[in-house]
């Protein structure tokens, strides 16, 4: 298998001449995954991209898409995945292609030379699946691979889905604990709530954890990245602190990392003593590329109590706890252990709708403007997924280029013949101050009480008003906006008040009467413009 070094970079273009790309979308050949990579929905937004689609039959079936839904859309529905292997210029998948468990053929050995490919694949799992990959000179682009950055968010499959299973393992601890998550007091007597301990506070944790509190659970979370503390207790939950002689497990990406032996021991012990207290634990604790690390040993097992349950979410990566067994549910010392690997496939309905996405934000990510497939290796995000470019290996990528922001403004070192800065000069304001002294004095002395009075409540409303307006923070603007309309109907009422009061040679209390209710009524009405705009925002 040829090897291209990380180091270069550059732009390949495969145009596909005036036939327009045809993208294949296969059934799932393991039998317990129901997702699917393409949806009715992304088949019109495939072909509104200039696109061509073939959908294997029964393809989104799992999922609760039939095949008349793909053609009404507009994708041909073909009888076999043969026939879309040897029809499309690109495949898509959820699954890495694997050997099918009733004719024992590896899906592989369908593809075509230089055919392109989008799947999960998990190269560093997969080796041997990427050797035969590259032996077609195939073009593969790995879904797991996303860079963590803002700008690939639209592109993260692994966020999506990691999302959807942190929610379904609340779900399915609930039904395995076998009473209420949350607190109750009833004429029977009262109930505690469930204690839920979280062990990794990534997309699926956090999941996790908004799922157990809002029904009722009390919710501790534990993660060895310090800086997820702020996300944890923002939902409701409590963090379990950790430290350990200046070691973290932090790595690159916002990722977890391999630790050392005194490290993972000192874990286990502060975790299984956690575990004793708890009814209910989820571990979602992974390292890219690495075997998932053993953090709740047989002996954390046996002080657990009897009925509580353990959701092991890196079961597929050889689980977290010692006792996990892949694929199924078993009892330990009176404690249940998840170790299902298929929860996504119990939600297959939305999680083929959030992967489908991806793939198309994906799809058209390439393509560009020009709607033609041109792979842009110099691109951060692109570099990033492809694992083989017609057979060449280009994983794992070059590591980011870390660009240094740019450097604080320095003064410029005073000259010697520079005049030193004056002080500002407090007389312009003194001055201020004197001539509204000078105006308002003798109209406090021999004004009419009623002006007067009118006079200050004006002035302190403006004082007031300056300071609880610049003083309020940016995120409360639009209930203050609310609450200026508010005020805005009571002057309205006050000047319409004030304009019919029909005082006989004094014409100058209903003039003002009527610029204020001109003025408020501008307010009122904008405000409301305004206001209407910002929620129409929210709507689908």
Same mark, same amino acid.
């Given at each position: 298998?040829? %090897? ?21 979308? =296969? ?5 317990? &995954?129901?997702?699917? $990579? ?10 509104? @991209? ?17 095949? $008349? ?9 073909? #009888? ?18 694997? %050997? ?46 996303? #860079?963590? /950055? ?48 979280? /062990? ?46 200046? %070691? ?9 990392? &391999?630790?050392?032996?005194?490290? =993972? ?22 390292? #890219? ?64 709708? @959030? ?5 198309? *934000?994906?799809? %058209? &990510? ?22 083989? +470019? ?27 013949? $520079? ?6 000069? #407090?007389?312009?304001?003194? /001055? ?10 003798? /109209? ?6 009623? =002006?007067?009075? +009118? ?53 100058? $209390? ?12 501008? *307010? ?17």
């Amino acid at each position: 298998m040829a %090897e291209e070094t990380g180091a270069s970079a550059q732009t390949t273009s495969e145009e596909v001449g005036d036939k327009a790309l045809l993208v294949g979308v =296969l059934k799932e050949v393991d039998p317990r &995954e129901k997702r699917v $990579a393409a949806t009715p929905a992304s088949v019109e937004r495939l072909l509104k @991209l200039g696109l061509e689609v073939a959908v294997e039959s029964g393809a989104g079936a799992g999922a609760g898409f039939e095949d $008349a839904a793909y053609a009404e859309a507009g994708a041909r529905v073909l #009888p076999s995945a043969e026939a879309v292997w040897q029809e499309a210029d690109l495949v898509i998948k959820v699954r890495p292609p694997m %050997e099918h468990p009733t004719t024992g053929r590896h899906e592989a050995e369908l593809a075509r030379k230089k055919q392109r490919l989008i799947s999960f694949l998990w190269p560093a799992q997969n080796k041997a699946l990427v050797e035969q990959l590259a032996a077609h000179e195939m073009t593969a682009l790995a879904m797991d691979a996303v #860079p963590r /950055i803002t700008r690939a968010q639209k592109l993260d499959a692994l966020s999506a889905m990691s999302n959807i299973s942190g929610y379904r393992a609340v779900v399915e601890a609930a039904f395995g604990y076998g009473r209420s998550l949350g607190g109750q007091v009833t004429a029977a007597g009262r109930v505690k709530p469930a204690q839920v301990f979280v /062990i990794g506070a990534g997309v699926a944790g956090l999941a996790a954890i908004g799922a157990a509190r809002s029904l009722g659970a009390q919710v501790k979370a534990f993660d060895t990245r310090p800086v997820v503390r702020e996300q944890v207790e923002s939902m409701g939950a409590q963090f379990v602190p950790f430290e350990f002689s200046g %070691e973290t497990g932090e790595g690159k990406g916002g990722y977890a990392k &391999e630790v050392s032996e005194a490290y =993972l021991d000192a874990e286990q012990q502060l975790i299984g003593d956690h575990c004793r207290t708890s009814d209910i634990v989820i571990t979602t604790a992974l390292i #890219p590329g690495k075997k998932a690390p053993e953090l709740i040993t047989s002996g954390a097992v046996v002080g657990m109590r009897r009925g509580s349950v353990i959701v092991d979410l890196a079961a597929e990566q050889g689980g977290n706890c010692a006792l996990t067994e892949r694929d199924k549910t078993v009892e330990h010392y009176g404690v249940i252990i998840n170790g299902h690997t298929d929860l996504l496939s119990r939600m297959a309905l939305q999680a083929s709708e @959030l992967y489908a996405n991806t793939i198309v *934000n994906l799809i %058209e &990510e390439i393509l560009g403007k020009e709607r033609v497939w041109r792979l842009n290796l110099e691109d951060e995000i692109q570099r990033g997924m492809v694992v083989l +470019h017609e057979g060449k290996l280009l994983w794992p990528p070059p590591s980011p280029t870390i660009r240094p922001g740019a450097p604080a403004p320095q003064k410029p070192a005073a000259h010697a013949s $520079a005049k030193p800065e004056v002080p500002s000069s #407090p007389w312009p304001a003194r /001055i201020g101050m004197l001539i509204g002294l000078g105006v308002l004095l003798p /109209i406090g002395l021999f004004g009419q009480r009623d =002006l007067v009075q +009118h006079l200050t409540v004006f002035l302190l409303a403006c004082v007031v008003g300056w300071h609880v307006v610049w003083n309020v923070t940016p995120a409360l603007h639009t209930p203050l906006m609310s609450v200026t309309n508010a005020i805005s109907g009571i002057i309205l009422i006050g000047g319409m008040l004030l304009s019919a009061s029909g005082t006989v040679g004094v014409p100058v $209390a209903a003039i003002l009467g009527a610029v204020a209710v001109l003025l408020a009524s501008i *307010n009122v009405a904008g405000g409301f413009l305004v206001t209407q705009r910002m929620l129409r925002m929210f709507h689908r």
